[in-house]
């Protein structure tokens, strides 16, 4: 019945989406992090791609109504953040001017280095956790930041600073496990991610 319940989950509506999630979140199992074991509490939210501007539209629906009850939502669009550390460090200028001279392959490689996960982009998203006061943090652009910054290994670097409050990933793809395989981030549906296994997928968690 329970397994029954799970995968008719994955067929929800953008509404269905929006109540599960309202629900969810904004219940104290959720926000005192009960169920994990001993587990990071990171969870992901897997959306179809076609789905992403109705979930947009869902996530600042969201931040509103948990706002209103009291959960306070620090949102870390992945994207802007990388525009941020660029422009903080004087080099996005000359990366955009670069782009037009190098090939793709060299471009990724110089992104990859000037935005390494470990050593620039964790720091500053700790820097906007220590910035603000929140319950749950909100990871969003996911899909505007491939390939030069790689969700699982953005889960990875942050598992160590990201552990004191709820962390959820919103997916523009499918998280799936496999027993044989472990589980993996599935970008777009199509681009495999990795593996990353110690996340949560929301739509099966229960209050």
Do not use: W
């Not at 001993?38 to 109705?54: D, R, T």
Request: charged share 20%; proline share 4%; net charge neutral.
């Amino acid at each position: 019945m329970a397994d029954n319940l799970i995968a008719n989950r994955t067929s929800y509506g953008i509404a269905q989406k929006y109540d599960h999630l309202l629900k969810v979140i904004g219940s104290q199992r959720f926000l005192t992090m009960q169920g994990l074991g001993n587990e990071v509490p990171f969870f992901i939210c897997p959306f179809p791609p076609e789905e992403s501007v109705a979930m947009n539209r869902v996530r600042k629906q969201l931040v509103n109504a948990l706002e209103k009850i009291g959960v306070r939502i620090l949102t870390v669009n992945l994207y802007d953040t990388v525009i941020e550390l660029l422009q903080k460090r004087n080099i996005l200028e000359r990366i955009l001017a670069t782009e037009k001279n190098i090939a793709k392959d060299q471009l990724l490689e110089l992104l990859q280095g000037v935005l390494d996960a470990k050593s620039h982009l964790i720091p500053a998203i700790a820097e906007k956790m220590a910035a603000n006061t929140f319950d749950v943090m909100f990871l969003t652009g996911v899909g505007e930041v491939f390939p030069y910054i790689r969700s699982h290994n953005v889960l990875n670097n942050l598992q160590s600073t990201a552990k004191d409050k709820p962390t959820l990933l919103f997916f523009p793809g499918t998280y799936t496990f496999s027993p044989g395989e472990g589980s993996s981030l599935d970008l777009f549906g199509r681009l495999r991610d990795d593996k990353y296994y110690r996340a949560f997928d929301i739509f099966n968690y229960d209050i």
